[in-house]
């Protein structure tokens, strides 16, 4: 089988790519089935159902192309928890480790899914997205389904901020040993995500899109003061320059490496709160994109040796004109860096000509630099220069980029997107 077989173009239904040795495959139910043949000898590990209906689940009564499944989520737009839960036992894989499942009607079917899920030893992480209208819904389900070893828990989108103290308390109650709890857009204020947090010790938490404000960030960094936090997402949780402080003086004392946190009004104040505040911990990512940072922001940030350990920077969507690619580029504390995203910003071929002529080019294995107005000169001059070890390119979008271009750089190995 070719590495990718399948596309999009047969009306949307099916496609299947290779990761190593990992063959995912993306299908409607009634694709699945008409698929069958072509599917039976290949260890399918990842299966997405999209747009499930059902007669297509109906239809759907196949095991042994699943039989080595370990990550399956389904996409059913409002279909019934039990028709749902039908679905999954008939592709059940005793190996499933990860279930996500996303706008399926799941209020009081917790008992048809703890039978359903009781031969799924190694399941460690189940994402709900948009299952339930309240946390007195997701609480019951939780607590009928009974599964003791999910490790990972997403519950976005399900009116948690109606009705927190269930789900609270069953987190409490049920013993779980979760390290990652994922709680994005659920209306959940900074006392309402520390009640949830109550006696967990996370790696991982994820809150986008809640509105927190400075305050609730704050109150969220008090509570967490003593954890094992790595991981935290915070984008679009309104959070201000004020909210900057208080993340950037925790970042300064935490064990947090990765911190994302888009879209929330942080401008040159907040940039000098992320500089000035954190300590070298920062080691893998640091995303600021929908921020108003502007070039003097980024001259801010990268003026300290806080980032010396950063591995991903994305500053998309921020105002930026050449000033702040000059500014990337003089600083000689991002020698680790490997991605740069700074697309939607303002660069122009001055940018992009900066850029070439800095050696921060050559240590990047990926570069965004969509819709930037970078025409003809600015992309010849990062043809010319761009280093072997890039490995992803995105410039198509919003530049105005000769086909030449492109053919040398696919010469070189880079993946022009």
């Known amino acids: 089988m070719s590495p990718d077989w399948g596309s999009w173009s047969d009306r949307f239904r099916w496609r299947v790519s ?29 299966l997405t159902i999209e747009n499930a209906d059902i007669a297509g689940v109906a239809a759907l009564s196949l095991r042994e192309p699943f039989r080595n499944l370990r990550q399956l989520s389904v996409e059913a737009n409002g279909l019934s928890g039990d028709l749902v839960a039908t679905l999954v036992e008939r592709l059940h894989s005793p190996r499933l480790h990860s279930l996500s499942l996303s706008r399926v009607a799941l209020e009081g079917t917790g008992l048809k899914w703890r039978k359903v899920l009781a031969g799924a030893a190694r399941l ?10 309240s946390g007195d819904a997701a609480a019951a389900f939780l ?13 976005a989108d399900n009116g948690l901020g ?8 069953e987190l409490r109650r049920s013993g779980r040993r979760l390290i990652e709890l994922g709680v994005g857009s659920n209306a959940l204020d900074g006392p309402s995500v520390c009640r949830l947090l109550d006696g967990l010790r996370l790696q991982e938490l994820w809150l986008t899109q809640n509105p927190l404000g400075a305050e ?5 960094a008090r509570a967490l003061e003593a954890r094992t936090l790595r991981q935290i997402g915070v984008a679009r949780c309104q959070l201000g320059d004020a909210g900057a402080r208080a993340m950037a003086l925790w970042l300064g004392g935490s064990t947090l490496e990765h911190v994302y946190a888009d879209g929330n009004g942080f401008g040159v104040a907040g940039a000098r709160h992320f500089a000035t505040h954190w300590r070298t911990n920062l080691g893998a990512a640091l995303l600021l994109a929908e921020n108003q940072l502007g070039d003097e922001g980024v001259e801010a940030l990268v003026s300290t040796a806080a980032g010396e350990r950063l591995r991903r920077l994305d500053l998309s969507g921020n105002g930026l004109t050449a000033k702040s690619v000059r500014a990337l580029a003089r600083s000689p504390h991002l020698t680790k860096l490997r991605e740069l995203e700074l697309s939607d910003n303002e660069l122009g071929d ?10 921060l080019l050559g240590r990047l294995l990926e570069l965004d630099l969509s819709a930037n107005g970078i025409a003809r000169v600015g992309a010849s001059a990062l043809a010319d220069r761009a280093g072997r070890r890039l490995r992803s390119f995105w410039l198509l979008r919003g530049n105005d980029v000769p086909a030449m271009f492109v053919q040398t750089m696919r010469s070189h190995g880079v993946g022009v997107v």
């Open 18 to 46: 290779r990761r190593g040795n990992v063959v995912e495959l993306w299908a409607t139910p009634a694709a699945i089935g008409e698929q069958a043949a072509r599917l039976a000898d290949e260890p399918v590990r990842a």
């Open 124 to 133: 460690e992480r189940l994402e709900l997205t948009g299952c339930f209208t």
């Open 143 to 155: 607590r009928e389904a009974r599964l003791p070893r999910v490790r990972r828990l997403r519950l």
């Open 162 to 169: 109606h009705g927190v103290e269930a789900i609270a308390l």
């Open 216 to 220: 609730g960030m704050r109150r969220i």
């Open 350 to 359: 001055e940018g992009a000509i900066a850029l070439s002529e800095s050696p």
